[in-house]
């Protein structure tokens, strides 16, 4: 809470359309220690009275990883030292994203309680969800570790630039979130499409199929963000650079993101209580 | 110099009816012309209805009026989280409004876990976290309970526990929604001493209740609140005795 706080009543015409956003957005960030708080809290919640507590996603995913690996590998006739590793760092970078994306609906739901009470800006709850999600996510990596010994992976200096890559798709799930939150919370059923959405989108970008298997399917990869998204964690990971295509869709996705998610902010934050 | 000034503050919640929040819906409209995000058919609760009121600094204000005459609703006007749908508020000063408690109370986590989340939840930096553990000790008596989660306590010790870390903070402006029953007597009389403490260093209170003698014992002045608009504010007697002349 701010020494003086002025809350005026939405004006009909506003000067600067995303000030509001913008406010919220930079305050929200910069309050980590709250928001990293609470998603650790969020983990330790979950997790607390289970043996192997957050592991579960690790073995899970590993599961998940070496039987469609084997199984797909066979169905597309590819060589299972190249294919597993490639559905399995498609498949961690996805299940982020995926997460972060579905997440997103319930974020401002979820935190009612606190909504209702404490003024805070809204950025705060996304960044909970996503620091929550980045710390599960940081237990499927540790996946990379097996499978690179297992079929001698070789690493470079150019297997860091997955590092830089990851870091953009985190700061890309913040503004999805942020207006996936917004929307969601006015328009419930938004949460199905999302879901339906994400379900579709997992079998159409190549990550459980290798894009050479389609000789014509350039395309379907190109104009799909999420291919870029992933390119730029799996592609180094694989010792190839993502082309430079990816990093300019995902970069100029977060430019006009987060102008969408400073509008969706201002334009929210004065209802967005009276909608929970 | 804390300070409260509303003028004509209105909220209108809307009601969403089922199918209302829907994107369908909201399509819909759009195909037949309707604006896009209006409320159109929605039920509309005029929880607030232009509201005036300035408070200045050293007052304490309480808030009468039946249930929902929009008590908790101005509180949550004040405290920042209820944007005025017209009208304007402004607040001056560290507002701490407790209207519940054991927010952020996660049952998994320790009691010190629980003090450190809470804690920053209600605005307190690391520094003042630790200060206020010793504290918190002290005043909740708890030992090493602190120690283990907090779904082992019984109501009673939640209650101490979330009560002493609401109450870490020393707020310019305290708002509270009815007084907090704690516990078992002995602690009871503890608490009370510390909400006094709390209540007497504050610059501004609000506080809603439906005991006349809470409102003659801290306040000063009566806002009576009748179906979201002020009815009467002012001196005690007067307003207490309009009120209940009324009921």
């Known amino acids: 809470m701010t020494q003086a706080a002025v809350h005026q009543a939405p004006q009909p015409i506003l000067h600067r359309p995303s000030a509001s956003g913008v406010r919220d957005l930079v305050a929200g960030m910069a309050n980590w220690r709250l928001w990293s708080m609470l998603g650790w809290n969020d983990i330790y919640q979950r997790y607390r009275r289970s043996a192997f507590g957050p592991f579960w996603i690790t073995i899970s995913m590993a599961i998940f990883v070496v039987l469609l690996g084997v199984i797909y590998s066979k169905l597309f006739h590819q060589e299972l030292a190249v294919f597993l590793p490639y559905i399995a760092m498609g498949l961690i970078t996805w299940g982020f994203i995926a997460g972060t994306t579905k997440d997103a609906c319930s974020q401002f739901i979820e935190n009612a309680g606190i909504i209702r009470q404490i003024r805070l800006p809204y950025t705060i709850y996304a960044m909970r969800m996503i620091w929550r999600s980045f710390i599960v996510f940081l237990h499927t990596v540790v996946l990379i570790v097996p499978i690179a010994i297992f079929f001698h992976m070789e690493f470079g200096w150019g297997t860091l630039l997955a590092i830089p890559g990851m870091l953009l798709v985190v700061l890309n799930q913040v503004w999805v979130a942020i207006v996936i939150g917004t929307l969601a919370t006015r328009f419930r059923d938004f949460t199905e499409l999302v879901a339906t959405g994400l379900q579709i989108s997992m079998f159409v970008t190549p990550i459980m199929w290798p894009l050479g298997a389609i000789p014509d399917a350039r395309f379907i990869a190109d104009i799909n963000p999420f291919y870029h998204l992933i390119e730029l964690v799996r592609a180094p990971l694989l010792g190839s650079a993502a082309e430079p295509l990816s990093w300019i869709v995902v970069l100029v996705m977060c430019v006009v993101g987060y102008g969408l998610a400073a509008m969706a902010l201002t334009r929210a934050s004065p209802r967005l209580v009276y909608w929970l | ?247």
Not at chain 2, 120 to 148: C, H, M, N, P, Q
Not at chain 2, 186 to 191: E, T
Request: aromatic share 6%; glycine share 10%; hydrophobic share 45%.
């Open chain 2, 1 to 247: 110099m804390a300070s409260i000034s509303l003028s004509s503050a209105s909220v209108e919640i809307p009601v969403f009816a089922v199918g209302n929040n829907s994107l369908k819906t909201a399509l819909l409209r759009k195909a037949v012309g309707g604006k896009f995000g209006q409320v159109g058919t929605n039920l509309i609760i005029n929880a607030l209805n232009d509201v005036s009121i300035e408070v200045r600094d050293g007052e304490r204000v309480g808030l009468i009026g039946q249930n929902g005459a929009g008590k908790t609703t101005l509180l949550r006007v004040l405290a920042g989280v209820y944007p005025p749908t017209s009208g304007s508020v402004q607040v001056v000063g560290r507002v701490s409004p407790m209207f519940d408690i054991s927010l952020g109370m996660s049952p998994d986590a320790t009691g010190i876990e629980n003090i450190r989340v809470c804690g920053a939840l209600w605005g307190l930096s690391r520094a003042e976290v630790d200060a206020g553990i010793d504290d918190i000790f002290e005043f909740t008596e708890l030992g090493d309970y602190l120690k283990i989660p907090v779904r082992t306590y019984s109501a009673g010790m939640l209650l101490r526990l979330s009560f002493a870390i609401a109450t870490l903070r020393q707020p310019e402006i305290l708002l509270l929604d009815e007084i907090i029953g704690v516990g078992d007597a002995s602690f009871m009389a503890k608490a009370k001493a510390r909400l006094e403490k709390i209540v007497s260093r504050a610059q501004i209170l609000v506080v809603s209740s439906h005991s006349d003698s809470i409102i003659r014992d801290l306040c000063e002045k009566v806002i009576w609140l009748d179906k979201g608009s002020v009815a009467a504010f002012g001196a005690v007697e007067d307003v207490l005795a309009a009120y209940n002349a009324s009921v």
